[in-house]
């Protein structure tokens, strides 16, 4: 059974880099044709997707995200990671990792909470 | 606001069948299939269709269906353990990204 768990920081000030991993287990990240991505959900609000990436490194980001987003692989570790630059509270949200095989999420992460606050 | 748009919220008594809705365009919907997510209480969203396939689990009182651009969800046969939100999702051929509708609350009168 494929399992994925996030890990990181829970607290971040204004304008730090949030920086996330997601540990995969039962399964390969270089298995064809899956993305791996990131989905997160402020308190209170829907799912924001993020971003998604194939093994291979190519990347899709969520256009209003874009310009502060790196999601990345790690084959040797079976892990993908997320950079977020220069955070502000509205970035506060539970993260999910989660594979897709486009268009649909197979599976979810069980998430994790990062809040920014000073 | 979503590109794919849904109900606010639905409620139906036990037993009733209940539909969902989640429309979209040509870019979306219109080209790609739509994966419907249920969320119980915040907690880790789980995924019950994929297209028209049922998700490992999850029981066939869940249906899915899709016409043009608009998707729907209907649940046959509502049980007290379906209240929760339910995301449709699915690819954008133009933005080159995931789209998720705003969620759907299912309520059980």
């Known amino acids: 059974q494929l399992q994925l768990q996030e890990s990181g920081p829970g607290l971040l000030k204004p304008s730090e880099t949030l920086s996330l991993t997601c540990t995969v287990s039962?399964?390969?990240?270089?298995?064809?044709?899956?993305?791996w991505g990131w989905t997160r959900q402020p308190p209170g609000k829907g799912l924001e997707w993020i971003g998604d990436?194939?093994?291979?490194?190519?990347?899709y980001y969520n256009p209003s995200l874009k310009s502060r987003v790196t999601i990345s692989v790690d084959t040797s570790k079976n892990q993908i990671s997320l950079k977020l630059r220069s955070v502000t509270a509205a970035d506060t949200a539970i993260y999910y990792c989660?594979?897709?095989?486009?268009?649909?999420?197979?599976?979810w992460g069980q998430g994790t909470l990062v809040t920014v606050s000073s | 606001q979503s590109v794919l748009t849904q109900e606010a919220s639905v409620s139906g008594t036990v037993g009733q069948k209940v539909t969902l809705s989640c429309s979209g365009d040509?870019?979306?919907?219109?080209?790609?299939?739509v994966g419907w997510y249920q969320q119980i209480s915040h907690g880790v969203p789980k995924t019950v269709m994929f297209?028209?396939s049922l998700s490992s689990g999850i029981p066939d009182r869940f249906s899915g269906s899709e016409s043009g651009t608009t998707a729907y969800l209907t649940i046959s046969g509502l049980q007290p353990e379906d209240e929760a939100y339910y995301y449709c999702?699915?690819?954008?051929?133009?933005?080159?990204?995931?789209?998720f509708g705003g969620g759907t609350k299912v309520t059980v009168l």
């Open positions: 999702s699915t690819w954008d051929s133009t933005l080159s990204a995931r789209l």
């Open positions: 039962g399964g390969s990240v270089t298995t064809d044709s899956f993305l």
């Open positions: 989660a594979r897709a095989k486009r268009p649909w999420i197979d599976y």
């Open positions: 990436i194939f093994y291979s490194g190519t990347a």
């Open positions: 040509s870019n979306n919907i219109g080209s790609y299939s």
């Open positions: 297209g028209n």
